[in-house]
C-alpha cells in the first residue's frame, strides 16, 4: 500500500479528514522548499502538493502564476526537483504528489520521468491539462500504474457523468475535486451546492474525494472537508511565500496550517 492509500486509511481510523497543502517548488529556491515540507507535515498538513514550476500555467490564479515565476527565476528544474525530494526521504515520509501541466514531463521523457519519480519517492501526480481521455495517449498512464505512481484526476462542477465514470475508475490516490469553476486562487465563500455536486461523485467511487481551488481560511476548510475526506489550500499558503522570508515565514506558515488542521478537525 503507498504512502497515500495508507494516510487515508490511518485518518479513517481516526474519523479525521485530510489537509492537503499546496506550495510551489522552487520558491523562493529549492533550499527554501525542502525546509518547509517537514515544517507543513509537523504543523498538520497530511499529504503536501508540490506544484511544478512552469512558464503558462493556464488553470493558475495570480499568486500562483507569480510563484512560479519566482521558481523559475532561481533556476528551479524538475531534476532538481526529484533530487530534493529523494534527498528529504532520508528523514521523511509525508505523502508528496507533483501537481502541474504535461509539457514538462513530456520534455523530461515519460518513462524517465516515472521511472525517477518512483525513485526519489513522489507518490503520485496531478496534472491539469491531462484528462483521463488522453492520460494514456502515449503511454503515460499505463507506465505509472506499472511502477505504483498514483495518477490523480480533477472532477468539477461542469463534469458530467461520462467524465465522472471516467475518472473514477482510472483515478487512483484520490479524486481532487474543484470547487468552483475558473483559476486558482482564495475565496471568501464556499459554494453552496457543494455538497450536492459531490454527492455525484460519492455514489461513483470509494476513492477519497478532497476539494480544492478557493479555500482560504479554516472555516472554509471545514466546510469543505465535511463534504468530502479533506481539503486542499494552496494560493492562501503560497502568499505567505510572496510576504515573508526566513523564520517569520516559517512562523507563519506554521501558525496557518495548524490553523487550518484544527478546522479539518471540527469537521469530523
Do not use: H, W
Not at 508528496?96 to 504535461?102: D, P, R
Amino acid at each position: 500500500m503507498g504512502r497515500i492509500a495508507a494516510t487515508f486509511r490511518e485518518l479513517k481510523k481516526k474519523n479525521e479528514k485530510a489537509l492537503v497543502t499546496f506550495i510551489t517548488a522552487g520558491d523562493p529556491d529549492l533550499a527554501t522548499t525542502a525546509e518547509m515540507i517537514p515544517e507543513l507535515a509537523r504543523a498538520g498538513a497530511d499529504i503536501i502538493e508540490l506544484g511544478l514550476p512552469f512558464s503558462d500555467p493556464m488553470a493558475d490564479g495570480p499568486t500562483i502564476q507569480l510563484s512560479s515565476e519566482r521558481a523559475l527565476a532561481s533556476k528551479t528544474t524538475l531534476p532538481g526537483i526529484l533530487e530534493m525530494v529523494r534527498s528529504l526521504r532520508q528523514s521523511s515520509q509525508v505523502p508528496i504528489v507533483l501537481m502541474g501541466y504535461y509539457n514538462p514531463i513530456l520534455s523530461y521523457g515519460l518513462e524517465r520521468f516515472v521511472t525517477d519519480a518512483v525513485s526519489a519517492g513522489i507518490d503520485g501526480v496531478i496534472l491539469v491539462d491531462l484528462p483521463p481521455e488522453e492520460a494514456d495517449a502515449e503511454g503515460f498512464y499505463t507506465l505509472a500504474r506499472e511502477k505504483g505512481l498514483d495518477v490523480i484526476f480533477l472532477l468539477a462542477p461542469t463534469s458530467d457523468r461520462q467524465r465522472i465514470d471516467r475518472v473514477t475508475r482510472k483515478g487512483r490516490g484520490f479524486i481532487y475535486y474543484v470547487s468552483v469553476t475558473g483559476v486558482t486562487g482564495a475565496r471568501k465563500d464556499v459554494s453552496a451546492s457543494l455538497g450536492d455536486e459531490m454527492r455525484s461523485v460519492r455514489e461513483a467511487t470509494a476513492l477519497p474525494l478532497v476539494v480544492g481551488f478557493g479555500i482560504s481560511d479554516p472555516q472554509q476548510a471545514k466546510a469543505c472537508a465535511q463534504q468530502g475526506d479533506g481539503a486542499v489550500v494552496g494560493s492562501a499558503l503560497v502568499k505567505l511565500f510572496e510576504k515573508y522570508k526566513g523564520q517569520e515565514l516559517k512562523d507563519n506558515v506554521r501558525d496557518f496550517v495548524a490553523a487550518l488542521k484544527r478546522g479539518i478537525l471540527d469537521a469530523a
